[in-house]
């Protein structure tokens, strides 16, 4: 009987081991089943540093037409791209990744224009691009360049002591020129004051933060470009007049702008945000952390973007003008109109309490069949220099702004995020510190802890 009974006992629970076996089996048979047919990954890091960017992202999800990319190294090689190319064809069913080596496939190379192992090749249609490099920058871009086939050159007006694209120093637009060269923007500079005309190629026009007088027939040549459909960017500080670093007025400009719709003031805005004390800024950073809902900054939700001497706007539609407001300075700011003193009494009466329209963006009306003028205007010029571009959103605020006015609203996004530098920098007394602590104190704890125990069990 007690026999019988764990020959009973043994069967049931060898039955229970085969099931227990079988649904693990089946568990993870499943599993591999799912992970085979959608190939999911979760990137843990702060700045998403393994995942493509949403403007990636964005783009190729909006592909009208397939796309093959085609990755040319030696075979043993192939794996150097496949996780990066992987990500690409997890965005959309439009994206098809190829892999060919050059010496096994010499013919197809050729057509390629293949001249070096490691390069990736995009065709869209009958356009075909190759990447300058085998990363998120240099695929994306081109795949941009297949879909943008038109060349598109943002020109910077210099002659009146506005930043310059080539000086790579704090005040200068270099940095904001490479940013474009990844939107596949090229940028050059154009003088004004030797010919009063924007040429037909350029894009956008950017007006960065002029310090002297624009004459008059500067001014009329900029007001015929935009009201023909041209397009252009504004970025103009408050008339300071402390020390040698003097702003003019501007008052040619100022007033073709006013005949748009936005009349920029002349005053300073002070900002004693204390998100701005954290940060480390001064009181002269105007901070801007919410939007009003336009396409530029449609996607700045949750971002912060600081502006570095600024003065405030006021806005109105006009007969031929539609202008919409971009964004504010918070309710803690303040403008003031005292321009030649650095001291600012916040209990002036005469100040005028925040928040206030710092940004606004227009359209302009030429009668023409798809035809539109288009301007921005910001009532500052140093949050786009190469000092302060890459404060939080500020440089997606830039490459956004010159997205809307080149009427490539596909391309509006939140750009990858700069990789953090984590390195810890220690001094010679904390990293002596730190090798007491570890090699001394904290094995001398643990022997103590060990005497401790035996003499209280002894």
């Given at each position: ?210 310090i002297t007088d624009y004459q ?23 008339p300071l007049k402390m020390g ?215």
């Amino acid at each position: 009987m007690n026999t019988s009974l764990l020959h009973a006992r043994q069967t049931k629970y060898a039955v229970y081991l085969i099931l227990y076996v079988l649904i693990a089996l089946a568990i993870l048979a499943v599993i591999n089943v799912l992970a085979n047919r959608y190939n999911k990954s979760y990137d843990s890091t702060s700045n998403k540093r393994y995942s493509l960017s949403p403007q990636t992202a964005k783009i190729v999800k909006e592909l009208k037409q397939p796309a093959t990319i085609t990755y040319f190294n030696q075979s043993t090689k192939f794996q150097q791209a496949k996780d990066l190319l992987d990500e690409y064809a997890n965005l959309s069913p439009k994206i098809h990744v190829d892999y060919a080596d050059p010496d096994k496939k010499p013919e197809l190379a050729r057509a390629a224009g293949i001249k070096s192992y490691g390069t990736a090749v995009v065709k869209i249609g009958d356009r075909t691009e190759q990447a300058q490099n085998v990363t998120e920058e240099g695929i994306t871009g081109a795949i941009i360049r297949d879909i943008k086939s038109a060349k598109r050159t943002v020109c910077f007006a210099e002659g009146s002591g506005e930043h310059r694209i080539e000086d790579s120093e704090r005040s200068g637009y270099s940095r904001l020129k490479d940013l474009l060269s990844k939107d596949e923007y090229d940028s050059r500079s154009i003088n004004l004051i030797v010919k009063a005309e924007i040429p037909a190629d350029c894009t956008v026009l950017v007006v960065g933060g002029p310090i002297t007088d624009y004459q008059q027939p500067e001014v009329d040549a900029i007001q015929k470009y935009v009201e023909n459909g041209g397009r252009a960017l504004f970025l103009l500080d408050p008339p300071l007049k402390m020390g040698r670093a003097e702003v003019a007025e501007n008052a040619a400009l100022n007033k073709a702008l006013e005949t748009w719709g936005v009349t920029p003031q002349d005053n300073l805005i002070i900002d004693f945000n204390p998100i701005g004390q954290i940060a480390g800024l001064g009181p002269q950073v105007a901070l801007v952390t919410s939007y009003d809902p336009q396409p530029i900054v449609s996607e700045l939700k949750g971002s912060v973007t600081g502006f570095p001497l600024a003065r405030s706007l006021e806005i109105k539609n006009g007969d031929k003008t539609s202008v919409d407001k971009l964004f504010s300075s918070t309710e803690t700011s303040l403008a003031t109109m005292n321009l030649s003193n650095p001291a600012v009494d916040p209990k002036d009466p005469k100040n005028i309490r925040g928040p206030l329209l710092l940004a606004a963006a227009g359209t302009y009306k030429t009668g023409k069949d798809n035809s539109q003028g288009r301007f921005v205007v910001v009532g500052s010029s140093s949050w786009a220099a190469n000092s302060f571009i890459g404060f939080n959103g500020n440089r997606d605020l830039a490459l956004n702004t010159i997205n809307w006015l080149a009427s490539d609203e596909d391309l509006i996004s939140i750009r990858p995020k700069d990789r953090d530098d984590r390195r810890v920098t220690l001094t010679r007394a904390q990293m002596n510190w730190i090798r007491v602590t570890s090699q001394f104190l904290l094995p001398l704890m643990v022997v103590l802890g060990g005497v401790s125990v035996w003499w209280r069990r002894r």
